[in-house]
C-alpha cells in the first residue's frame, strides 16, 4: 500500500531528524521532500510500506508520535467517470 507521511518537527529537532533519515542511506534520504529552509519544519514522502505501523517507522524516532500516516491512492480517468454515474 501506498502512503503519505508527513513528519512536523520543530527547529530544535530538525538536524537530529535529518541525521537520522540520512543515516538509512542517500536513497532513503531521496524519498523526503523539506520544508526546513522555508522556516516550515515539515518532511514529507510517499512510501510503499506493508502497513501504516511499517510507515510510521520510516520517521525518524525523535518525531514519529508527531507524525501524519495517511493511506492514498490514484484514480484512472475512468474510476472517476464512474463516481459521477453514483
Not at 513528519?7 to 533519515?21: G, I, R, T, Y
Not at 542517500?26 to 510500506?49: E, N, R, S, Y
Not at 501524519?68 to 467517470?81: A, C, D, L, M, R
Request: aromatic share 8%; net charge negative.
Amino acid at each position: 500500500m501506498t502512503y503519505h507521511i508527513e513528519s512536523p518537527h520543530s527547529k530544535e529537532e530538525c538536524l537530529e531528524a535529518l541525521d537520522e533519515v540520512l543515516a538509512r542511506g542517500p536513497q532513503f534520504l531521496a524519498q523526503f521532500d523539506w520544508g526546513c529552509m522555508a522556516g516550515q519544519h515539515i518532511g514529507w514522502a510517499t512510501v510503499d510500506a506493508g502497513s501504516e505501523s511499517e510507515a510510521r517507522n520510516m520517521v525518524p524516532a525523535i518525531v514519529r508520535n508527531k507524525a501524519h500516516i495517511t493511506p492514498v491512492n490514484k484514480f484512472s480517468p475512468s474510476e472517476i467517470q464512474s463516481f459521477h454515474k453514483m
